[in-house]
Nanobody, 125 residues
C-alpha cells in the first residue's frame, strides 16, 4: 500500500512563499498520477493542482500563476511551490495519488485512493 508523507507547511505573511513536498513510501511518481488538495476549516476539500505520469499539469483557477506543481523522479518526490500566498490559501494541504485518474476529474477526491495525513499552511494578513 502506498503511504504518502507531506512536509513543508508553516506560517507565513501574505505575499510570502512556501514549498510543500510529498514523498511516497512505495511506488514511483513516474508511474502514477498525483495531486494536491486543501481543506480550510468549515469548507470542503478542494483540488489545487495535479500532475500526470506524462508531466501534464492542471491547476485550480484560484492558484493559477501562483502555484507550481512538479515532481522529481530521481528523488521520488512531489512538490507544490506556492508563491504570492494569500490569507485565503490557509488550509490543510494533502497530497494524493493513484495509478489512473478519469480524464477531466483531476480535482475529484474520489479519483484518488492514497492520501497523506496533511500539512498545515497558515497565511497571515
Amino acid at each position: 500500500q502506498v503511504q504518502l508523507v507531506e512536509s513543508g507547511g508553516g506560517s507565513v505573511q501574505a505575499g510570502g512563499s512556501l514549498r510543500l513536498s510529498c514523498a511516497p513510501r512505495a511506488h514511483s511518481y513516474g508511474s502514477i498520477c498525483v495531486g494536491w488538495f486543501r481543506q480550510a476549516p468549515g469548507k470542503e476539500r478542494e483540488g489545487v493542482a495535479s500532475i500526470d505520469r506524462d508531466g501534464s499539469t492542471r491547476y485550480a483557477d484560484s492558484v493559477k500563476g501562483r502555484f507550481t506543481i512538479s515532481k522529481d523522479n530521481d528523488k521520488n518526490t512531489l512538490y507544490l511551490q506556492m508563491n504570492s500566498l494569500k490569507p485565503e490559501d490557509t488550509a490543510m494541504y494533502y497530497c494524493a495519488s493513484d495509478v489512473w485518474i478519469t480524464p477531466g476529474s483531476w480535482d475529484a477526491e474520489v479519483e484518488y485512493m492514497y492520501w497523506g495525513q496533511g500539512t498545515q499552511v497558515t497565511v497571515a494578513s
